[in-house]
């Protein structure tokens, strides 16, 4: 059993022990806030202001910075942009190009017809450029005839390459006749329609003749014929082998004539018409008169 005045010593000592240790918690704590204030002070706030400070610096000149490299990021942008827009027009151009090109390659006969590889040029069917490209897998080349349409019903032409030599007896509207190799025996009637005023690079002339074609003579375009002009028709004409012929040092011709007794003569002639093989004589020869070499 406690008395009263125990009860009270107890209790007062108790709250003076409770009272000691609040002190001394409170005397902890103030050194403790007074550490920290201290630090903070001289350590942590001056640190944190140091770093603040860079990271000022570091902000004004990334500022500064992009205050000179955005206008030159802007511009390149701008630039780019301008480029891409350039492209998408050309690729646009292209596109439609090749749309286009793709439309053509749909080919449709203009008129109904006979399709040939090739082209015809100065008077011959040309296939050997059409031939090499028009196979699987190749490339057609730029300004290359590839085909050529021969109308259905259409009037048959011959086209002849004619030298220097032959424009003499070649005129428009001449008549002759050829053969083919159908029939070397059957021949039909030609007549000149147009004769090349200028030569070709082969120093030929393209002659274009008009043939009538009689019944039973299966021509087709592209097949080649025997042509033969007959350019001139004289009744009583002196013709005379080219080889009878002597020319002069001022490129007139003579021939030698034999007299009654037996002797030559040179007459001096005057020559008309002529191939590689006759000539016809218009003046300083008669009829009954001896040529001999």
Same mark, same amino acid.
């Given at each position: =059993?406690?008395?009263?005045?125990?009860?009270?010593?107890?209790?007062?000592?108790?709250?003076?022990?409770?009272?000691?240790?609040?002190?001394?918690?409170?005397?902890?704590?103030?050194?403790?806030?007074?550490?920290?204030?201290?630090?903070?002070? #001289?350590?942590?706030?001056?640190?944190?202001?140091?770093?603040?400070?860079?990271?000022?610096?570091?902000?004004?000149?990334?500022?500064?910075?992009?205050?000179?490299?955005?206008?030159?990021?802007?511009?390149?942008?701008?630039?780019?942009?301008?480029?891409?827009?350039?492209? #998408?027009?050309?690729?646009?151009?292209?596109?439609?190009?090749?749309?286009?090109?793709?439309? =053509?390659?749909?080919?449709?006969?203009?008129?109904?017809?006979?399709?040939?590889?090739?082209?015809?040029?100065?008077?011959? /069917?040309?296939?050997?450029?059409?031939?090499?490209?028009?196979?699987?897998?190749?490339?057609?080349?730029?300004?290359?005839?590839?085909?050529?349409?021969?109308?259905?019903?259409?009037?048959?032409?011959?086209?002849?390459?004619?030298?220097?030599?032959?424009?003499?007896?070649?005129?428009?509207?001449?008549?002759?006749?050829?053969?083919?190799?159908?029939?070397?025996?059957?021949?039909?009637?030609?007549?000149?329609?147009?004769?090349?005023?200028?030569?070709?690079?082969?120093?030929?002339?393209?002659?274009?003749?008009?043939?009538?074609?009689?019944?039973?003579?299966?021509?087709?375009?592209?097949?080649?014929?025997?042509?033969?002009?007959?350019?001139?028709?004289?009744?009583?004409?002196?013709?005379?082998?080219?080889?009878?012929?002597?020319?002069?040092?001022?490129?007139?011709?003579?021939?030698?004539?034999?007299?009654?007794?037996?002797?030559?003569?040179?007459?001096?002639?005057?020559?008309?018409?002529?191939?590689?093989? /006759?000539?016809?004589?218009?003046?300083?020869?008669?009829?009954?008169?001896?040529?001999?070499?």
């Amino acid at each position: =059993m406690y008395s009263e005045d125990e009860k009270t010593e107890e209790t007062e000592e108790i709250i003076l022990k409770r009272a000691r240790y609040y002190v001394e918690r409170a005397k902890f704590s103030l050194v403790s806030t007074k550490a920290n204030a201290e630090m903070a002070l #001289h350590t942590i706030i001056p640190r944190k202001l140091e770093t603040k400070k860079r990271t000022l610096e570091s902000a004004r000149i990334a500022n500064t910075d992009a205050k000179q490299k955005l206008p030159r990021d802007l511009q390149i942008k701008q630039q780019q942009t301008e480029k891409s827009a350039r492209d #998408h027009q050309q690729k646009e151009e292209r596109l439609a190009k090749l749309k286009s090109d793709r439309a =053509m390659m749909a080919i449709t006969a203009p008129i109904d017809g006979t399709v040939y590889y090739g082209e015809i040029k100065n008077g011959k /069917w040309q296939s050997e450029a059409a031939a090499k490209v028009l196979k699987l897998g190749s490339k057609l080349r730029a300004y290359t005839t590839l085909m050529t349409v021969i109308p259905a019903g259409g009037s048959l032409k011959l086209y002849a390459l004619a030298g220097e030599d032959k424009l003499a007896g070649i005129s428009k509207d001449a008549a002759g006749y050829a053969t083919t190799k159908l029939n070397p025996y059957k021949a039909f009637s030609v007549k000149v329609s147009d004769v090349a005023s200028h030569p070709s690079t082969k120093n030929t002339f393209l002659t274009t003749l008009e043939p009538t074609l009689p019944s039973g003579i299966s021509v087709v375009p592209g097949m080649k014929a025997n042509v033969k002009i007959l350019s001139h028709i004289m009744d009583d004409a002196l013709k005379v082998p080219v080889e009878y012929l002597s020319e002069a040092n001022d490129g007139s011709y003579t021939v030698q004539v034999k007299l009654a007794d037996g002797k030559p003569a040179t007459r001096a002639v005057t020559i008309g018409a002529s191939n590689d093989k /006759w000539v016809v004589i218009t003046e300083g020869l008669e009829k009954s008169q001896v040529i001999v070499k």
